[in-house]
């Protein structure tokens, strides 16, 4: 009998696919396998026994989506935990943490509502009153464009600005796509310090409803 651990292959996967589209954690010089152990050592194991129980957990949607944040969120946590350790300007680093990094990371995913299928190509923009919210490192975008790839998920770190935002900023997260109509998500961040700073905020699945008419075939094809 052959047992399987479904976990792994999500962990190995969904790094692979951060490492591949965003941008900060591929220039980050991070080792792909030290994050892999980071996450596996900290997300109880699925155990299968057969092939049947693979397809099954394979085809469990909400099941992926649900794992899949998870580990986005600690893959974060490993990028921030693994370059803590491995500065060597400790008075230099926690000046940055104080003064920069003070809003946590907001992680989440856009699907279908009918079918919880990925919608690739979602313009997903951070707002501030309105405004496109200021990254904390520019090589970060915002507006952010989903992927197939990434499971639909999309990512930010907003720079935190004291005196425009006080201590729990208002945000507004939109959601537009040609063939959906358009949604928004409000949420509110607290301005973290210490151990916890930069720690990931998941969103809610965020569901899109296609406008009147479209054919939803394109959901399906291979790119």
Do not use: C
């Amino acid at each position: 009998m052959t047992i399987k651990n479904l976990m792994m292959d999500i962990v190995i996967n969904t790094v692979g696919e951060v490492m591949k589209n965003d941008r900060m954690v591929k220039d980050s010089g991070m080792n792909r396998e030290d994050i892999i152990a980071y996450v596996l050592n900290r997300v109880p194991p699925k155990y299968i026994t057969s092939e049947r129980g693979i397809l099954h957990g394979a085809l469990d949607v909400k099941y992926m989506i649900q794992q899949k944040m998870d580990v986005l969120a600690l893959i974060y946590e490993a990028v921030r935990e693994i370059n803590a350790r491995r500065s060597s300007n400790v008075i230099s680093r926690e000046s940055i943490v104080i003064d920069q990094i003070s809003l946590p990371h907001i992680i989440g995913t856009i699907l279908e509502e009918t079918t919880l299928s990925i919608i690739p190509d979602v313009e997903v923009s951070l707002l501030f009153k309105d405004k496109l919210a200021e990254m904390l490192y520019e090589e970060w975008e915002n507006p952010y464009q989903s992927h197939k790839a990434t499971m639909g998920y999309y990512h930010f770190w907003p720079k935190y600005n004291k005196k425009a935002m006080g201590a729990k900023p208002a945000f507004t997260i939109r959601f537009k796509h040609p063939k959906f109509q358009e949604r928004t998500h409000e949420i509110k961040l607290d301005a973290q310090e210490g151990e916890d700073l930069g720690k990931p905020i998941i969103v809610p699945i965020i569901l899109l409803t296609a406008r009147e008419g479209v054919n939803l075939d394109f959901l399906y094809e291979e790119k």
